[in-house]
């Protein structure tokens, strides 16, 4: 059997940094340079110039207890004081963010804004007896005291723990209970295409199953009635109305904990992902400076939600300790209609922008009229993150939103590493559609067959990272064991990424998804993102999803299930074709014994498509849980057509 992920999907396309872009960056091939010829100095270099110190650190990196790493330990600083006050004397009108609320209200918060609005929280929440070190929840919609409350938990050195609105009660408790926060931020609801998510109902119902919290802070912006609890429950307009809006920044140790934000691992119990301060907001405020190619004059857009942690470092601690001016969009991609992120690109002229392939897919699913209805050319350079993009969709995002002239970057991190860690560096590098290309400078990254050896061009297996980075993770909230455990003992001295790779002859490095999406079919690994790749290479294909199903002789057979473009209507003749297609883009090997047509995949709430709950589906199994599910209708939909549509 082999031991490698079979190296299949070819890919030819290349696109070259433009001319303006390279003779402009804010990143040069120099910087591969420095961090190749000392790592470490390169580290140092970029925390002193970024970073505002109360006392510059003077080490770079304590390695004596492996895995439990640290950077710039002896350094003090304060996170919301590199986000705010120390951009005041000189910019202090100069714009944050543009906030779009979905119903149409607007807000524009320059630098100053942010600062008192912040300052008037910590003192409040000094007020509510919060203490350097206590764990704040903070449970809100993409309204702008979010990133006031996490900046607030950072001025006083409280730990903030954002869980994403679109959890259940009981997913908050979960994450209240492990990390025994205090108290909770939250709304009365947040607009959703048009419709309330009761956020304190849910507050009220997790509170049911917790006994920590103290107090609830409770934004005002849906207005529909709540539950008020006298004592408990205050209203945050009437709690920071009176505050001063000055508060002294606490002086943090550059190790001091930052923030909790929970993943989902392999149990179900989720982990409590710790960053702390200096070595985070040296990787964040890096990379969103070279990555993004960021510049004095440019309108910012990252298009995630708080609730993740893409929204952490690229909307919150990276831009704002850069000084940009950002937007932050409030609601849902689809409301009023299809054309409201065009609309919002066009008002705000905005230059880079930021999102999800899931989204990029979306977009090609709704049809091309909609940006088409707007102008969009102020745009200067796009990025995608959070899963594989695949070529098709890459072409697509550069063709109908970048109007064939925008960098892309295809940026490849994770909750647990903090900021990027492999993209273009889009001055540098030559991009290949559906390639996150290469490790960032200061970031040494391999891919390792089963017995942890690397393996060369042309070859595939696990994506690894070499050294301690400053932005990684510090440990596992509470469980120093599955920190371990999880990222650090599949092989001696390497971080494990769970994600399987494969270089190609360039050396370029193509991500192939989880290691448990990769299938085996007759004792091949093959990537389910690879086989999705081809299926959306399909001219009538906008969404593909495939999964290993139990097979008696192959081990694994490939099912997929795949979305079509507008109103495209499937049939027997459609499926023949599209796996054929596959066939001929990867091989018989990677054709799909099975593909149902269905009007939509089964995602979680971030977007990610549950392939769990596909292969569930497909063996005919009890499913598992899918209160994380955002479509629940569309399961026993699939579960009707899949016992209906084997093809052999
Ligand atoms: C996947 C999101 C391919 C990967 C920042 C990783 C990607 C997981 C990419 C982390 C990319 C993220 N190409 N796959 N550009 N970016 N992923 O923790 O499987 O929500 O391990 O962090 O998303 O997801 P997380």
């Not at 600083?77 to 119903?103: I, K, M, Q």
């Not at 390497?494 to 448990?516: N, S, T």
């Amino acid at each position: 059997m082999s031991e490698k992920i079979e190296n299949l999907l070819k890919e030819d396309r290349k696109f070259k940094p433009s001319d303006v872009l390279s003779s402009n960056a804010n990143a040069t091939n120099e910087w591969f340079e420095k961090a190749n010829k000392d790592r470490l100095d390169f580290w140092k270099e970029q925390a002193l110039n970024r970073i505002t110190w109360f006392k510059e650190p003077t080490e770079v990196l304590d390695d004596s207890n492996p895995p439990f790493f640290k950077w710039f330990k002896d350094g003090e600083l304060n996170l919301s004081y590199n986000c705010l006050d120390r951009h005041l004397e000189t910019d202090s009108d100069r714009v944050a963010f543009y906030w779009e609320g979905e119903p149409g209200d607007t807000q524009v918060i320059t630098y100053r804004d942010l600062y008192e609005r912040v300052c008037k929280l910590s003192n409040a929440l000094k007020k509510l007896n919060v203490k350097k070190g206590d764990r704040v929840a903070i449970y809100l919609g993409m309204t702008p005291e979010i990133v006031v409350s996490m900046l607030a938990c950072a001025r006083i050195g409280a730990v903030h723990s954002v869980v994403f609105g679109g959890f259940s009660s009981e997913a908050l408790a979960d994450r209240i209970n492990d990390a025994e926060a205090k108290l909770v931020i939250t709304a009365d609801g947040a607009w959703r295409r048009g419709e309330i998510v009761p956020l304190k109902a849910n507050v009220d119902g997790s509170l049911k199953l917790t006994n920590y919290i103290e107090n609830v802070i409770v934004v005002k912006r849906t207005q529909h009635e709540i539950n008020m609890e006298f004592g408990r429950d205050h209203w945050y307009h009437e709690l920071t109305e009176n505050e001063e809006a000055v508060c002294k920044p606490e002086i943090m140790n550059a190790e001091d904990m930052l923030y909790i934000l929970y993943t989902s691992g392999t149990t179900a119990k989720p982990k409590g992902i710790v960053h702390t301060q200096a070595g985070y907001l040296t990787g964040v405020a890096t990379t969103h400076y070279e990555v993004f190619d960021i510049k004095e004059n440019d309108i910012y857009w990252c298009a995630a939600d708080c609730g993740w942690v893409t929204g952490h470092s690229y909307i919150v601690y990276g831009p704002l300790s850069n000084k940009t001016t950002s937007v932050m969009y409030e609601g849902a991609p689809n409301a009023p209609d299809e054309k409201r992120l065009w609309s919002i690109i066009e008002k705000y002229k905005v230059n880079i922008f930021y999102t999800a392939p899931t989204a990029i897919r979306a977009f090609m699913k709704w049809g091309i009229e909609h940006p088409q209805a707007h102008d969009l050319s102020s745009l200067r350079l796009l990025g995608t993150v959070g899963e594989p993009i695949n070529p098709e969709a890459w072409v697509w995002y550069h063709k109908y939103i970048g109007g064939e002239k925008c960098a892309i970057v295809d940026t490849w991190w994770q909750t647990e590493t903090g900021s990027i860690m492999i993209s273009p560096l889009p001055g540098v590098t030559s991009t290949k559609p559906g390639s996150a290309c290469g490790a960032l400078p200061g970031i040494e990254s391999l891919i390792i067959d089963n017995e942890g050896n690397p393996v060369g061009k042309g070859e595939g297996g696990f994506l690894a990272i070499k050294s301690p980075w400053p932005s990684m993770l510090r440990t596992v909230y509470g469980d120093d064991q599955r920190y371990i455990d999880t990222y650090w003992s599949q092989h001696e001295g390497l971080y494990f990424a769970g994600d399987g790779a494969k270089y190609d002859e360039e050396g370029y490095i193509w991500l192939l998804g989880r290691v448990d999406d990769v299938m085996n079919v007759s004792g091949h690994r093959i990537s389910t993102a690879e086989v999705e790749s081809a299926l959306v290479s399909h001219e009538k294909v906008a969404e593909a999803a495939v999964i290993g199903r139990k097979d008696e002789i192959t081990g694994e057979a490939i099912a997929a299930f795949v979305s079509l473009i507008g109103t495209e209507k499937g049939d027997e003749n459609l499926i023949k074709e599209l796996r054929q297609h596959v066939s001929d883009k990867i091989g018989p090997i990677a054709k799909p014994k099975s593909i149902v047509i269905t009007p939509d995949l089964p995602k979680t709430r971030s977007g990610k498509i549950m392939r769990r709950l596909l292969k569930d589906i497909s063996e005919e199994r009890k499913l598992g849980d899918v209160t994380t599910l955002a479509n629940a209708d569309i399961v026993s939909e699939l579960q009707n057509r899949a016992t209906q549509t084997d093809d052999e």
